[in-house]
């Protein structure tokens, strides 16, 4: 039954339409699974399995009549307590929007959705997703499969744990300054941020330049699948690029490829374990061919207070600004201390765009540089693999290597491209560190060159024979005090 729940979205397309497996067999494996792991977890904010269970029958009865079934037709999908979805309710981890229902379906949503995906469940997420960490007065503490005492990332931590725990097949998430791509470092799965404009999102926040959905999956193949089918203008966003952009599902040859890389973006305090996996993953760049040479980036610190700066000014701050003047003084209360202390930040910040601006100009103008002698460029996901489950940034400190960082986000090397969000980051599995929680290297594009990124990411978890998470490589949550034995990159165990 878990070999079945690890199936891979690829994989079980194939079995569904070879009559091999029943998508109401497999989905009946994740919702017992699920139900014997969420106490552990807490990834799930809301199921629904029953309702799930009959789209999966009549997915099944699809197959068995034969002709050609849709994209995703049977595969379970877990959604994001932040996306919408007509007459369900959608509480973005707050018990300020407790019962509050959506009137419509966000619309990347429906496109996988009418493609045949079956959403089971809806994934926790902190409160109006504004921390690292996924925890809120709302669900509770949601935590990492791999050590139960660690993070799941945030904010689709929930979507990322899922999928570590062999929960659910997809997951759907939104990045601001890492939503996808910390989730998938701490869980060791797959997260992708496309280019900017490339899929339809919901307003205020497509109109953000910062902010950008985008699939989460335990392989890349099927990181490629949910985004071939999630992409594309739409008439309700007018951000979104002309032509659709279709990836690539081949391998790239990478041989003769120029990789530029850097262990801290010239100012991150990196934990030696996640230093030691990084350049364990460049080693297999250089195995396929690829020249991967160190470049300065010469960012600062400068680099997060840019990105509060536009945090707070545009949607996601404004949003939460306005809903936070809003409440009586009392149902403030209601609020998690990190949203509450992002909320005042926000009203207080005082708006300096022009220097923000610039401090943008400069990084493209850096990155535009290593793009010109370089095709790609590899960095750390996250600088450490322990941050606490309920850490709570506006409460709690944060070190590595004995030094205090940030609690928000100095631990993370996802937000910078965000300011920078026309470029493409994939974040891959780079191995475990010893509390047995993974860490993940990103894999950075030039402006819009989704498909530079795609090609180099299929190559690279091919050398490393398939998925990092897989129905031979997963957390044993049956027994978590057990040892674990960890893998690093190429495939081998230590």
Known sequence: MDDICYL????????????????????????KRAERLEPSINAFAFTYFDEALEQARAAEAAYHRGGTPRPLEGVALA????????GKITTNGSLLLKGQVADRTSPFLQRLMDAGAIVHARTTAPEFSCSGTTHSKLFGVSRNPWNLECGCGGSTGGGGAALAAGTTTLSSGSDNAGSIRMPAAFNGVVGFKPSFGRNPSDPPFNL?????????????EDAVIMQNLMSGPHPQDITTLKPKLTLPTECGDLRGWRIAYSMDLGYKIIDPEVERNTLAALEVFRQLGAAVEEVEVRWSSEVLEARMAQLFRAAPGVVMVETFNRLPEEAKDLMTPYARSVAEQAAAYGHTPLRLYGKEHEMHLRLSGIFADYRLFVCPTLATSFIAADSDHALDEVQINGQTVNPMLGWSLTYPFNLVNRCPVISLPSGQAANNVPTGVQLVGPSYADGVVIKAALAYEAANKGAFVSAGNHPDLDRPTAPVKIRSVGGTER
Do not use: M, N, W
């Open 79 to 86: 959604v994001k307590d932040e996306s919408f979805i007509k």
């Open 8 to 31: 891979s979205a690829a994989e079980a397309l194939r079995l569904y339409r070879a009559k091999k497996l029943s998508p109401v067999e497999h989905l009946q494996a994740l919702i």
């Open 208 to 220: 953000d330049p910062c902010c950008q959905v985008g699939p989460l999956a335990r392989t890349v």
